[in-house]
């Protein structure tokens, strides 16, 4: 009689790992609000970040400024997740196209597992080619 309650138990065990999403899902939910802030929270202590023509390492506080340049000069208007990876535990991937005032963008972003907590390591955001 007990077994019977089971798979509803389990369910609400799940429901809220799904509807939370994932990570790659939250990071491309603040670009699409342009929100530097939120996606500094996720950056590790360096970042690796290439922002059309710059390139450089930057420490986490520097590289929310350089995100939040880019979102000053480019006004999000819609995200689509182009492609991710989440297989791994230790790494996840994923490429979104950001669609601002000015054009669209590939943004890429590595992820590494850190102390328990997925962190941005990498960052590009390139200018999107036309097909």
């Known amino acids: ?47 690796d970040i290439s922002i059309l023509d710059e390139s450089n390492v930057y420490a986490k506080a520097q590289s929310e400024m350089i995100l939040d340049k880019f979102f000053r000069e480019n006004k999000p208007h819609s995200v689509k997740i182009l492609h991710r990876v989440s297989s791994n535990p230790n790494y996840n991937f994923g490429v979104l196209i950001l669609t601002t005032d000015k054009g669209k963008f590939r943004v890429s972003y590595t992820l590494k597992d850190i102390n328990k907590d997925m962190e941005i390591i990498e960052l590009r955001i390139e200018t999107e080619k036309p097909n």
């Open 1 to 47: 009689m007990k077994l019977r309650y089971l798979p509803m138990l389990s369910l609400f065990y799940l429901l809220p790992l799904v509807a939370t999403g994932g990570t790659i899902e939250k990071i491309a939910d603040f670009f699409k609000q342009g929100n530097a802030h939120e996606i500094a929270k996720f950056f590790a202590v360096n970042v």
